[in-house]
Nanobody, 122 residues
Framework: VQLQASGGGLAQPGGSLRLSCAAS?????????MGWFRQAPGKEREFVAA????????LYANSVKGRFTISRDNAKNMVYLQMNSVESEDTAVYYC???????????????WGQGTQVTVSS
């Protein structure tokens, strides 16, 4: 599966952004759990959110819980990350990922998109 993330940009603290990730390939999209990860300069790539194969279950990092929402549209082969009440600490490159298993560990995800930059600054 190929993944293309988009929607990053500049947001002010307290503002919102919506990231999108388009999936393509021969394998049925609904056979993949999907996740979002992020990597800030000088830091390890970290888990942000995950959604199960049909969207019935979601997981969030504690740092984004209550502010971010992950969702997917299997008919459109899309996964989204709605980011509300963003903070400067959310500044990072955001990556979408696909894997056959669902969870927060990076090792569960086999396919990665190219990343989209999110900058939160006044």
């Amino acid at each position: 599966v190929q993944l293309q993330a988009s929607g990053g940009g500049l947001a002010q603290p307290g503002g919102s952004l919506r990231l999108s990730c388009a999936a393509s390939g021969r394998t049925l999209f609904s056979t993949y759990a999907m996740g979002w990860f992020r990597q800030a300069p000088g830091k390890e790539r970290e888990f942000v959110a995950a959604v199960s194969w049909r969207g019935g279950s979601t997981l969030y990092a504690n740092s984004v819980k209550g502010r971010f929402t992950i969702s997917r549209d299997n008919a459109k082969n899309m996964v989204y990350l709605q980011m509300n009440s963003v903070e400067s600490e959310d500044t990072a490159v955001y990556y979408c990922a696909a894997g056959t298993q669902y969870g927060s560990r990076r090792s569960l995800y086999d396919y990665w998109g190219q990343g989209t930059q999110v900058t939160v600054s006044s």
